[in-house]
């Protein structure tokens, strides 16, 4: 074979490759940071540092160990790359924070949910969520919160937070969240 065909073959197949859509292996990674609630109260002098999506007024009004004080102050859902369970980086902020919430709460357990899109097999997708749910579950606990804390259950695409077949409402499903179950 020419050299000349073969080095214009393998660039070829370099740029194709490189220009392949990737879309739908990408999360939003804001998704993480604002769990769904958009923040206008910033408190950067909290231990849960710039997280705090309500007043100090509203927080007032929470019940301490609810889940609505853990959604305003550590967030309770994280999200997923597509068909992936790995933690990433703005997933555990929002671990920490909620590690930060689970030891300042210490009678309250938790269960985490897993949840897929609606892409795959139900039974894939349960798989999907499990292990999911059971990768927050493993950063928690190796984080300091006891295992006997936590319970986790698996939802698959039977759950979606969001409608619809597309990229947005896909990143938005592919998710674990944890549930206060005192």
């Known amino acids: 074979m020419n050299l000349k065909l073969v080095a214009v073959l393998l660039i070829s197949t370099s740029l194709v490759a490189c220009s392949s859509d990737r879309k739908t292996d990408v999360v939003d990674d804001s998704l ?3 769990s769904g609630v ?3 109260y910033a ?8 997280y705090n999506v309500i007043g100090e007024e509203e927080l007032g009004r ?3 160990g609810s889940q609505e004080q853990l959604v305003a102050l ?3 859902r994280v999200y997923f790359n597509f068909n992936s369970s790995e933690i990433n980086t703005n997933a555990q902020k929002t ?3 909620q590690i930060t919430w689970l030891k300042e709460h210490s009678d309250i357990n938790v269960l985490v949910e897993g949840h897929a899109d609606e892409r795959g097999t139900r039974e894939y997708n349960l798989a999907l969520g499990e292990k999911r749910a059971s990768a927050a ?3 928690l606990i190796a984080n300091g919160i006891s295992s006997s804390r936590i319970s986790v259950i698996s939802y698959g695409k039977e759950h979606p937070e969001a409608l619809g077949s597309d990229e947005s409402a896909w990143s938005k499903n592919r998710r674990a969240v944890t549930v206060v179950t005192k």
């Open 32 to 34: 993480n940071e604002a």
């Open 62 to 64: 929470l019940d301490s």
């Open 137 to 139: 579950k493993n950063f």
């Open 38 to 40: 958009s923040s206008e």
């Open 74 to 76: 550590a967030g309770d």
């Open 95 to 97: 671990l920490m924070r």
């Open 43 to 50: 408190d950067s002098g909290s231990v849960y540092g710039d």
